[in-house]
Each structure stands twice: as C-alpha cells, then as structure tokens.
C-alpha cells in the first residue's frame, strides 16, 4: 500500500478552478493506477476520473472537459485541476491507488472543495 496526502483545496467562486495534488509515499507509485474520488453531503462516493499507470484518464460526465487528471512520477504525485468549477462541484475530495483500474486499497484523507454561487 502507499500513503496518500491530499492538498489544494478550499473555496472558490463558480466559475473558478483548483488544482488539487495527492502526494504518495513509496518507490512504486508509477505502477499504481490513481482514481480521484468526492463525497458530497448525504450523497454517495462517486467516482471523478482515473488515471493508469501509463497516463491513459478517463472521467465521470458530470466533469469532462472541466476536469483534468494527471500524475507527474518523478515526484510521485497526481493532480486534479478543476476548471470551470460549479457549485454542484462541493464535496471532500479523495485521492486512491490501486493495483488495478477497478480496485483502489489505498486512500487519502480528503480535501474539502466548496464552490460558492
């Protein structure tokens, strides 16, 4: 497993961006594959976007062509830069690695993003 630290979020007008990090431990990080995840209030976990180990992404509808994933190995880190940012876009955040695209075992702690109207 790796350990994951999430950082970058905050708040931010409709209409703005972040860009959000997860920082890995671990000399393995460019075999795992990275998912970003969110969780709004009394709402379910849902699956933002993925990246495989070698940089293919895929994204959920609801942030295609706002959203942007991509991991930089040398500092065994993955972003998520989110454009375009919609209220509907509030909820914590979380990073995950998995061996697979289908399964993560290891997750961070999450990073609150709140986007005001």
């Known amino acids: 497993q790796v350990q994951l630290v999430e950082s970058g979020g905050g708040l931010v007008q409709a209409g703005g961006s972040l860009r959000l990090s997860c920082a890995a431990s671990g000399r393995t990080f460019s075999v795992y594959a990275m998912a970003w995840f969110r969780q709004a209030p009394g709402k379910q976990r849902e699956l933002v976007g993925i990246?495989?180990?070698?940089?293919?992404?895929d994204y959920a509808d609801s942030v295609k062509g706002r959203f942007t994933i991509s991991r930089d190995n040398a500092k065994n880190t993955v972003y998520l830069q989110m454009n375009s940012l919609k209220p509907e876009d509030t909820a914590v955040y979380f990073c995950?690695?998995?061996?697979?695209?289908?399964?993560?075992?290891?997750w961070g702690q999450g990073t609150q993003v709140t986007v005001s109207s």
């Open positions: 990246i495989s180990a070698g940089g293919s992404t």
């Open positions: 995950a690695a998995g061996a697979t695209m289908v399964h993560f075992g290891s």
